[in-house]
């Protein structure tokens, strides 16, 4: 039987194999039907010239504590020194121990192309794959579900305690936000005109909401560089606050996300699931102007499912996120508005030990991504007409990715390790009646190395 092992994960020492008490015809220096032989061979000739043997061909190989002898796919007929005959059929990669080193033996019925590598040289079995998997995507997963929250916390302080005059509840092709204070505006803006139509009162004195509760869906695609990966990002999350005064807000947060990935690692086809379910805190202050800053504090309990070929794996997580967003607003001449941004996010979750479907072990690990954006966006004036208004706005945002996990280069997978990148938007909203027409594009990760991405969003915002 063979007996698989994980050895040394941070050195990327992967699937290796021992024989042990496999039963078969003893060897003892030759063998009864080979006629013919390659000279002697040595881990390093085998790595600059692997052989095939073919025929009536085999030869011995002198090896020592640290090789690798990598034999090809087909069938193997090999003996370890002092021990019985094997016969296996490969891929398979054997790595040399004291206990084990010396001279193979490796017989004409091998048909697998035969090499030999160093210990620390990078495999691409499928459990290595499910490592790479696992630093890449919980990653990405990690910065979204991170942005989804701190998105839905910026919406709803803003509106509570910034300019105070939001009304806008949405849903489209990418999610759905709500707000009970949203809706109570828009359905006082319909009295304030009514009175203001009847009466000439402007009905200034119906006061804000002090509590509130919101509820915000998204749903991202996601189409990795190169095929690696594709799938979908899903999150739903909500609150309560209450506004302590005019300028502060406190509240609470709860969500769900579930992601569903495709994968292409090494050329093996996989897949990598997660699901988790969210608690959290949040408080915002407005300093006048537009002015507003928020900041959340979110713990996730997540569970995996991690597939590579017929190789699976699954484990828990624990995480913990914490966001700010600062954000400010100038009115300019001629209609024009500026306003600033800088957005901070950072996840911390460790990942459980498992074994795999292959009895190989994965240590458990503790995986760190965050992002730090900054940039403006430009309000053009808006363009009335006889049922709203058109506004153009246009933006650009730094953004720095990072991360204290990359996968192997062979994967193919992104590498958040360390990536500075561009985000360019643009859009138009348009105000038709009750409702808000928006139109947007965005080109984000260019300069970055590592990908460039194009994304569209169409909505329509309508108060209910």
Known sequence: MFILARLARAGRICVVASAIGIAGAAFTGSDANATGSFPSQTCASLTSSPLSPSGNEQFNIALVDGDVLMFGAGQIEYAPPASSTVSVTGPLNITITSGNAGTWTVFRNTVATVSCGAVMTPSTTESDNLDAQQDALSSLLML??????????????????????????????HGFYYSSRNADRADRAKVQGMLGYLDGDDASGIGDPMWNVWIKGRYSYYDGDGNAFDGYVADIFGGIDYKLSSSVVVGALTGYGRTDFDTITSGTAGGFEADGFTIGGYAGIGFGGGVTLNAMLAYTGSQYDNRSGTTTGSFDADRVTVAASLRGRHEMANGWTLVPVLDFLLASESQDAYTDSAAVAHASQTVTAGRVSAGPRILFPEMPTSSGYYRFWAGAMGEYDFSNTSPVPSSGLPDLGDVGSLRVSGGLDSRIGEGTLSLRADIFGIGSGEFTAYGGTLGYELPF
């Open 144 to 173: 979204h579900h991170a942005n989804t929250m701190r998105i839905g916390v910026e919406e709803n302080v803003n509106g509570a305690v910034g300019s105070g005059t939001a009304t806008a509840n949405y849903a489209d092709q």
